[in-house]
């Protein structure tokens, strides 16, 4: 997908659904996930992001650019990893409460809530020692497939 090999990855599962378990069947490991729509065609998007405001910062971005970042076609939306003790788990939990309205902290990954389907999206994840590099391949994967790195993942 996107030029991604998902093979070794979980199946879908959506946000929403992440959301209300509390990310529970996800292991404590190091890995990477992926966000992934189910269509490829272009989405409605909102001006105010509905994600959470931990330290009280806005994590909305003005229209134009969220617009800008789009990768038409693309079905990959956001490549994310961790190495923390707390694993894939714990990072997205972080990932979709903060989505969902709570100061969580994950701000990586921030256009994701800009698009109208957003809850429904849905999210791929595999263990992986080398997160980092994991996570570096997969995204260069997919920068050789559209010239650009996935809508959500910015530039620092």
Request: proline fraction near 7%.
């Amino acid at each position: 997908m996107d030029g991604l090999d998902l093979d070794g990855f979980s199946d879908p599962i959506a946000l929403s659904l992440l959301y209300s378990e509390g990310c529970g069947d996800l292991p404590c490991a190091h890995g990477v996930y992926v966000v992934v729509r189910d269509s490829a065609d272009p989405p409605s998007f909102v001006d105010v992001s509905p994600a959470g405001r931990p330290k009280g910062l806005d994590p909305s971005y003005p229209s134009d650019f969220v617009r800008s970042n789009w990768v038409p076609g693309a079905r990959v939306l956001y490549v994310g990893k961790t190495e923390s003790k707390r694993g894939l788990r714990g990072r997205v939990r972080q990932l979709v409460r903060f989505g969902f309205g709570h100061n969580a902290s994950h701000r990586g990954g921030r256009l994701l809530w800009h698009l109208a389907d957003a809850p429904g999206m849905l999210l791929r994840w595999r263990e992986a020692d080398a997160a980092d590099a994991a996570e570096t391949e997969l995204i260069q994967a997919f920068r050789v497939e559209h010239g650009m790195r996935p809508f959500a993942n910015l530039t620092k």
